[in-house]
């Protein structure tokens, strides 16, 4: 079986031969949630030929058990903020379209690069099915599609919206893709399997994704400028925040731990969680000026 072949027609990572009520028995035999509960025994199988290390060669203590205080608190404090600020983010509702309307050849450019992003994620949803879009990546880049095709179609308000979301999302999945999340997934994969990995991340797939997606952003947002306001920050934030209650609550408990650094088990989860709202500050402060 080749690095090629763990991509199923029904967009598991599972040996074809095995099916996932299978799989789903193994999990439970076992006792606790495993990878293998998403994608198949091959994927925890020892010698497997995937690219990507079983998510169950973690730290335990990162996958199982219950979760940090520190946790709670943020995810609290973070509910109260986004609860109280809601009335100054809509009083700057009227500001997103103060601004001149794009011409019609942004709007032309921007119709292409729609075009070219749906086929991209046509071409995810043909070869490796659905779960992809699990992923905080592929979710920022169907979100940075409805914003080229919403800037096509004169949408301005509906565009506006998706502004800062959109170039926020497409610089936190390339810095935290590279700088982070790579590294850790190239250590702990099996040495026979990281020149697959390493092939992987230059597909067609990932390298769209994973790298050409900042550069589409920020050509969107540069190619016709407005001053951000409080609203941009704000809705950035709360599509920030449902992925993280998502991948806490559905992923985490089924053993998907596509982002290992979001577990909310160890104190420095914290420091996590804030690194990332403090790394959005800070972009819509670079964007913003």
């Known amino acids: 079986m080749t690095s090629q072949s763990i991509w199923n027609e029904d967009g598991g990572l599972r040996i074809r031969n095995e099916s996932s009520a299978e799989a789903k028995q193994a999990v439970k035999s076992a006792g606790k949630p495993?990878?293998?509960?998403?994608?198949?025994l091959e994927w925890d199988r020892p010698g497997s030929s995937s690219p990507w290390p079983s998510f169950d060669q973690f730290p335990e203590h990162l996958r199982v058990g219950p979760w940090s205080p520190l946790a709670y608190i943020f995810l609290a404090a973070f509910i109260s903020f986004v609860a109280f600020s809601a009335g100054w983010a809509f009083a700057d509702l009227p500001k997103l379209t103060a601004a001149e309307p794009?011409?019609?050849?942004?709007?032309?450019?921007?119709?292409?690069g729609a075009l070219y992003m749906t086929t991209v994620l046509t071409f995810t949803l043909k070869s490796t099915g659905l779960w992809p879009f699990v992923s905080y990546t592929a979710i920022s880049y169907v979100l940075m599609t409805l914003r080229f095709t919403f800037v096509?179609?004169?949408?301005?308000?509906?565009?506006?919206?998706?502004?800062?979301?959109?170039?926020?999302?497409?610089?936190?999945?390339?810095?935290?893709?590279?700088?982070?999340?790579?590294?850790?997934?190239?250590?702990?994969?099996?040495?026979?399997?990281?020149?697959?990995?390493?092939?992987?991340?230059?597909?067609w797939f990932l390298f769209n994704m994973h790298l050409l997606n900042l550069p589409i952003a920020l050509a969107s947002q540069w190619s016709h400028t407005r001053p951000l306001v409080f609203l941009?920050?704000?809705?950035?934030?709360?599509?920030?925040?449902?992925?993280?209650?998502?991948?806490?609550?559905?992923?985490?408990?089924?053993?998907?731990?596509?982002?290992?650094?979001?577990?909310?088990?160890?104190?420095?989860c914290i420091i996590s969680y804030l690194g990332i709202l403090l790394l959005y500050a800070q972009l819509f402060h670079v964007f913003g000026s």
């Open 34 to 40: 495993q990878s293998g509960s998403f994608f198949g």
């Open 232 to 268: 941009d920050f704000w809705v950035a934030s709360i599509l920030a925040a449902c992925y993280l209650f998502f991948y806490l609550l559905v992923m985490d408990p089924n053993g998907l731990h596509l982002y290992i650094i979001l577990s909310p088990r160890p104190w420095w």
């Open 102 to 112: 794009e011409g019609s050849f942004i709007q032309l450019v921007h119709g292409a």
């Open 152 to 203: 096509f179609l004169g949408c301005r308000t509906a565009a506006e919206i998706l502004r800062f979301p959109v170039v926020a999302m497409a610089t936190v999945t390339s810095t935290i893709w590279w700088l982070v999340l790579f590294p850790v997934i190239l250590a702990f994969a099996a040495p026979k399997n990281r020149r697959a990995f390493l092939k992987m991340n230059l597909s």
